[in-house]
């Protein structure tokens, strides 16, 4: 079973909480089944590496980790605010058959807020 979210990959988002507060950036992807997701440039932590070839002394790497999706609104691609969303479904005629597919729509400026 698919679980969906408010939000998915590539989505524009902004942060509610923590140290990231205020902080806008793009999901690089969502761990549906732990509530969470990665966002660029967004909650980076510091991961202590064992050395390798490429890094004969170990070092520190700086990476994204995962933040709770209750903490990221979407960021509507149309209007550019962060918004709540609703969905809708919509049919559409194709070759001939009528396909429907839900698409999530911004309550701020009602346009979908897909990105096309
Ligand atoms: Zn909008």
Do not use: W
Not at 13 to 31: M, P
Not at 74 to 79: A, E, G, M, R
């Amino acid at each position: 079973m698919q679980i969906r979210f408010h939000i998915k990959k590539n989505d524009h988002v902004l942060v509610l909480s923590g140290k990231d507060r205020d902080k806008t950036g793009v999901i690089l992807e969502v761990l549906p089944h732990k509530r969470r997701a990665i966002v660029e440039g967004i909650h980076m932590i510091k991961r202590h590496t064992r050395p390798s070839p490429q890094a004969p002394q170990g070092g520190i790497v700086e990476r994204e980790g995962t933040i709770n999706i209750a903490n990221l609104k979407l960021i509507c691609p149309k209007c550019d605010k962060p918004t709540r969303t609703r969905r809708r479904t919509l049919e559409k005629d194709i070759g001939g058959r009528m396909k429907r597919y839900r698409v999530r729509v911004c309550k701020k400026c009602g346009e979908d807020a897909e990105r096309n």
